[in-house]
Every structure is written in C-alpha cells, then in structure tokens.
C-alpha cells in the first residue's frame, strides 16, 4: 500500500522505470518526496564520512556511485510526473473530466496551481465565458396547432348505365335564326332532322347550322328568331 513501502534504492529504480515507460501516472503515498529526501540525506551522510575516512575505499566508492544514481533518478522521476500533470491540468482547465491517481503533497499543490493558473491564461485570451441566457416566455416555441381532421374519404357510389344516358334538350327559338337561302344547298344532317334547303327558301335554322351557311355564302340571316315583343 502507498505509504507503507519503504524508499531505498530498490524503490526509486522501480518508480524510475514504471514513470518511464507508461503515460499514466504512478500511484505514491503522499509522502514519498519526505522519505526519499530523507534517504537522500542519510546516503549523502553515509558517503561522506567513508570518504573522510578512505575516499578510495569501495565502500565508499560504492555509495558514492549509489548517491549519484539515486539524485538523478530522482530528477528523471519528478520531470516525469510533472509533463503528465501538466497535461492533466489542461485537461481539467479546459472543462474535461481528468481522474487523477494518488499524489504526493507536494505534487497536489503543484496541480492545483496549474489548474488555477491555466484557468487564468485562457480568461485573460478568450475573454470572460458568456451566460447562458435564461429563455423568457416570448422566446419559447409557440405550441403547433393541432392539424384539422381529415376528411373521411367518400364511399363509392355505384351508378346504373341508364342514369348516364343524356337527355335530349329541346331546342328553343332563342337558338334559331331566320335566314334567306342564297342557292340549292345539297342534303345534310343536322341535330335532329335532315335538311334540304333550296334556292329563295326562307327558313328557320339553328344559330350553329345557319352561321355556317353564311360564312360560305350560301344563306343570309334574315333576323333572330323569337317570340314577337
């Protein structure tokens, strides 16, 4: 469990390599910095009183090249740890939801501060975010009318053959005309009769019939046919 291990040279050059080779964080016990200045200060102690006393002695050699490892591995840590905050902390200052694993104290802080700071560049870049406004009663949609019920379709209606039959008309002397025959005209039939029109005849004909005897100049119209006022 975090917070139970003890920091050795073991432990840095596990974190070392775990940091150095995943993109994700590696969980620590908040005080994991304490310890490893604390084990720092206790090799560095270590390595100088056995070069006080034989600075050639492998012992001392020995915690000498320890000491070295350990600082900068401890560097390599933390520039680590750091780049993969710095990019949770823009995550978070952009809104996105970022898990953050276990932190040290010190590193909290430092995530903190960044979110903060980050915060800041883009208000001071973008401007203050807008409101949303809140809609009024006059900007919400109008409830859609109800559309009109459709007309129930008309049934089929069934007609016998001797209802189609049209019935004859009969004509009236509103559509004749009185007309004077210009010469013998050969026999035709009209609506409902056979007509046989001679030269000098004068002759009541339909207004249709005696047009066209007058356009091919074989009757005049003499007046309208009807009824004497």
Partial sequence: MPGEEEVNFERVTKVYREESGKKTLVNLEADFYDKLAAYVARLDEGANGEAQKNPNSPKALLLQDELRKVRKRRDQIFTYRERKLALLASSRAS???????????????????????????????????????????????????????????????????????????????????????????????????????????????????????????????????????
Avoid: C, W
Wanted: avoid cysteine; aromatic fraction near 2%; charge should be neutral.
């Fill in 95 to 229: 809104g996105a939801e970022v898990e953050v694993p276990h932190l040290t104290t010190q590193e909290s802080a430092l995530f903190e501060n960044m979110v903060a700071l980050l915060k800041k560049s883009r208000a001071d870049a973008f401007g203050p975010v807008p409101q949303k406004a809140e809609p009024t009663p006059g900007d919400q949609a109008p409830h859609s009318k109800a559309p009109p019920p459709t007309k129930e379709p008309e049934r089929m209606r069934v007609v016998r053959s001797e209802d189609t039959k049209r019935i004859a008309v009969a004509p009236t002397l509103k559509d004749h005309v009185l007309v004077h025959v210009l010469e013998d005209i050969p026999p035709f039939a009209g609506i409902d009769t056979t007509y046989r029109l001679k030269r000098e005849d004068v002759v009541t004909l339909p207004k249709t019939i005696a047009q066209i005897l007058v356009d091919r100049g074989k009757a005049r119209i003499v007046q309208v046919a009807g009824p004497p006022a």
